[in-house]
Structure formats: structure tokens, C-alpha cells
């Protein structure tokens, strides 16, 4: 029950085990065209370019950054956690500039600061900016952000780690260029795969770069012709067979659920969470309207012990909840439920192992 | 039966249904120490610097090269077969100068040659080279290659994707400085993981970078800090949590059966199939000397159809042996004997599959 990896469902385990066959097998080759139709299904669009990266979703965020950043773009960051923070990294080390708008860990960007920068830096080429931040438990609202930078004609890479498959996301309808997420949170796969999407004016980008994208692996050139159409494939890297079985049953369960169920559910539990730590006197980080129903952040009680809580719901209850990073780090505890995760029983048993050990 | 992804062995397959916990786990930690002391022991190397990079073979030729190769570099690139021009591709890509030595695809990296473009570029920093050309079935003199660079002043890259645990390899009594893995080849575990190893003089070189690493998430700085050692490891990126379960198991086995054994294992059957396929009149295309016992490049008989038998053998006896790459396309099949897939009675099965089919 911390902030990802979330609990995989037995079917998924059991996927993973299957004998791992070629990755030119005609028979995984079906399988993959399976699984980009299904992802183009959880992220609600119809981008041609959706699929899966081969590494963790650390991985996807350097393949948006990678192939849509040329040195010497300008690319508003917005800051509010860490993984903001390792935006800004990405676009320093791809020699981009990074105009960055910061706002409290634990809030929402705020769309008023990203409409600024982009009337004080006509210039910008990109926004980017994170949906779910996993480090402080705040949402984002992705479509005024994205809707904002269309306006000033920027394109938009959007981190959605977190909140793919657990809170709405609608990439056409919300203009989205280039989303990331990952296969460990609201998917409940197992880590090690990175879902992509781009539109086709992210597309135009990355096709008409003046500058080779500088990561062989990550340069979407050449992936997409190995996960493109057509009967012949371009060789580029041996797929993650096993990691693939899995992330293929996570998605035709979440197709079984419905995406909007799915979403629901993870609100529905949210709401019974926030419940039973309130009577438990236990308060939120993030605004009632910024909150992320998969992620709870709670402030640490100030009579309790950050380590000994935790350790002790490890060791008497078998909970892992995750501890606060950076500035957040011993006055926050981050409690997970996506996925399988979020389950009441899960709830339960964690208000139940709170109670005692509290 | 062909290139790669080998067969995995059931108890591997089984290791990967585990479930999955927490990266930051202390069990899963411990675990990650056992895989980093059994790279060591397959590598035969003492480097604190040997792990397993969170992605494919492809990513960690890209970890050496993102890592060691700053913009200006010049790197004595050796180009065999496929794998060797992906290298020139890295070096390329990250603003390096690549000094190509060529021979032929099938042919041994000619030591003569190396020395030769040493001594014509004493500003050489790098050589790289591949130990085994998976494209081709070569394999190369990893000793004298490492030997020669050293005695110019140059640290070495090397390719070891398809040697490890199938071909004499001694990381240390060699002196390699930069090496790279799969986990899909003679390790017999599933695609997704590229165990790679840095001596002393690899990492002076990528601590004393005067750039900044462009790729974050193959930044050995800060993957260092989440592999090293210590009780309080840096959180870098979410670890494929199963796919090391199952590199673990895989390493526990080859330590059951011990390198060396596994070595010899690989070079028995590469025997026993070269019997076979010689009675059959198929011949090979690399000479005696310098063949990969774990891979075997055979001419396509004059009178065969390529597809038409690769087709047949899957489809009548469920064999996939892989097609030749490149200017190979057509021209030759490569037949692996890799890991678990290297067994007799996989070879009395193919013989008797191809004397059906041809």
C-alpha cells in the first residue's frame, strides 16, 4: 500500500509465467498489436503511436524528453514534487532550456503561473508538467494545462505515472501530444514497462528534428519500427516477452472493469480511506479538491515515530506505506491504493493495523 | 532455437510468478545483493560496480557508451556484424568520433587491424568491440582485443551479450573495463535485463566526466546510488521487481552447475550439432577457429527456400530457428544453442526435423 509497486492480481502472476516465446513470433507479434489497441483504450485515444516502452517508466519520461527536445528549445517546466524536478534534469542534460514554474509540493500547478510564462516566453516550444504527482499526492488539471499551451502554441508532454487506468484521462479529448505512464501503479502490472502515446503533432516534431535524437534505444524513429504495422518488422531490441504477458492480462482485465469504473472505484476507496483516517484523527496533505484518490499522502502525527510506524505495519501487519521524499521526507506518509491495491479489504486492514499501532 | 530468447528453465519461469514487493523492500534488497555477488561470479570479477541495468541488452551497450564516450572521443569502433554498427551508431549519437575497423560478417575482429588504427590514432580513448557477434556466430579474441587497447593507452567496451555463461569469459584476468550483458541468451532468464560490469579505470573515466551523462536514466552516477551498498539506498527509478526474481533464479542455477561447466556444456552440443549438420551436408559459414558454440551460422543449402523451411519447422515441429541479418539475409540460418535450449535432446530434435523438412 505504498506509492507503486502496487499489488499485482494472481491472473497477472500466472501470465507472467507463460513460456517465453521469439519476440518475431508471429503469435507475440499478435499479442503486441492486442496490447496497443488496449492501451489506446485506457488512454482514450486514437494515436497510431501507443505502446509500451521497455523499461520502467523513469525510461518513458526520457523517451518523451529525448525525442521531442532539441538542444536549445525552451521548455516550461511546472515543479511540484519530484518528478517535476526530474523533468527540468531531463531537459538540462538533452541541452534544452527549462523555464520553470514552481508551485507548494503538495498543490496543483497553477494554470494562472504556467499562463504567464508562456506570455513572458513567446519562444517556448513545450509544456510539461505532471497529472498525478506520486512524491506529494496532488492532481493536476491536465486539461486546462494542456488546453493553455495549445493556445500559445506549445505542445505537451504529461506524466502519467500515476493516474492512468486510476483517475479520468482522455488524451484526445484533453489534446494531450505526449503522455507517459507506467505498468506498475493503476495497472497493477508488474514493473519494467513504460505505456506511451503521441499525437501527431508530436509526431511532426520528432520527425523533423534537425538533430539525431542522442538515445539509440529511446529514439522513437526507430521503436516504431519495430512496434509499427505491417508484416515485416524492423529488429530494434528483444521485447520483454514475459513482462509483455503481463501487462496484456493487467489490460484485458481493466477492459473486463471498464477504464470509468475503474476510475470510480479508485474514488469509491479513496472516499472509505479518508473516512477512516479521519476518525483515526489523521489529516491530508493536499487540499480536498487537489487530492489524488490513489495516492494519499497524510501528515504523520506529531506524537508518532515516522521509521517505528512504518516498520511496525511491515513487521506485525505485512503493510508497506511509503515515506515522504525530499522536503516531505518524516512529515508525510504516502498511502497507495491503486490497482488491485484498492480493495476495502486492503482499507481495513490498514485502518485496523493503524488503530493498533498508532 | 534461434537467437535468442532462449528457453527458460520452468523454475525460472515459476521465480518470475512471484509476487511482486516493494523495490525499496529490505527483502528485495537483500535479493539484489545476491544477483550483484552472482554477476560477479558469472563475470569473473571482483568490480563493486557489477548490476543488472533495469532494461534490454540494447540499453546497456547504451549505459557504456552514454556513459563512457563524451563529445569530442575518439573510439576505436570494431564493425563484424550487426551489433558492432549499432556501437558505431552510439558513439554517433552522443557526439562522439567513431574509427571504424571492418572485417567481414563472419570473421574474427582481426587483432592486426586494431593495433594498426591504434597507432594511426594514438588520441584514441576507447576501444569497443563485440566478444560474440550474435549476427553472425563469431566470436572474437576478447583477451588479445583488451591486451592491445591497454598497451595504447585506451580503456574497452565489450559486447557480451550472447557469451556470457555460454563462452570462456574473465573479466578481470582479461582486463575489461566496460562490459555488457543480456539475461535472455546463456543465462536462460527472460528478456529485460542487461547485467553489465565497470572496472576501477571505467569509473575514474565516468566520475571525471567534464558533461553531464545526457541519458538520467542510464546515469551510473545515480544508478550507483540505488544499486550501492548501504543500508540507505537512493530511490532512482521502480527495479522490474520479477524480472529480477527470475535473473535470480537463473544465477542460482548456473551457480549450481558452475561457469565453467556451463562453458563446457555449450561447446559439447555445439559438437554434437556440428556431427549432425555436417551428415546432413549443411556447412558453416565462419571458420572452425573462430566459431560460437552457442550460435551457429549454417549456409542455406543451394536448393532450399529460407522462409519456406523456417516456416515448416515451426510449423511442423514447433522449432524457431532464426533467419540472417543484413547482407546474411537469405543466406544463412543461426541456430542457437543457448542456456537451458542447449541440450541433446533439442539437437536430436532439430536434425531430425531438418532431415524431413530439407
Redesign the interface.
Known sequence: M?P??S??HPRI??A????????L?PAFIGMMEEVKEMLKYAFKTENELTMPI??????G??ACF?NLVEPGDKVIVCINGVFGG?MK??V???GGEAVVVEDDWGSAVSIDKVERALIDNPDAKIVAFVHAETSTGAISDAKALCQIANQYGCINIVDAVTSLAGSELRVDDWGIDAIYS?S?KCLSA???LSPVSFSDRAIEKLTSRKT??????LDLNLVMGYWGKGAKRA?????????LY?LHESLVMLREEGVENSWNRHQQNHILLRYGLNNLGIDYLVDEADRLPQLNSVLIPQDQDDLEVRSSLMKNFNI?IGAG?GPLEGKIWRIGLMGYTSRKDNIELLLSALKNTL
Chains 1, 2 share one sequence.
Open positions: 505504498g507503486g509497486p499489488d499485482v502472476l500466472s507472467m509465467a507463460r513460456s517465453t516465446i521469439g519476440h513470433d521497455s523499461a520502467p517508466g523513469s525510461a519520461m526520457e529525448a526530474r534534469e531531463n538540462h542534460r538533452l507506467g506498475q508488474m514493473p519494467g539525431p535524437v542522442t538515445s539509440w534505444f529488429y530494434h531490441h528483444t521485447a520483454p516477452v514475459n513482462t503481463g508497506d521524499l
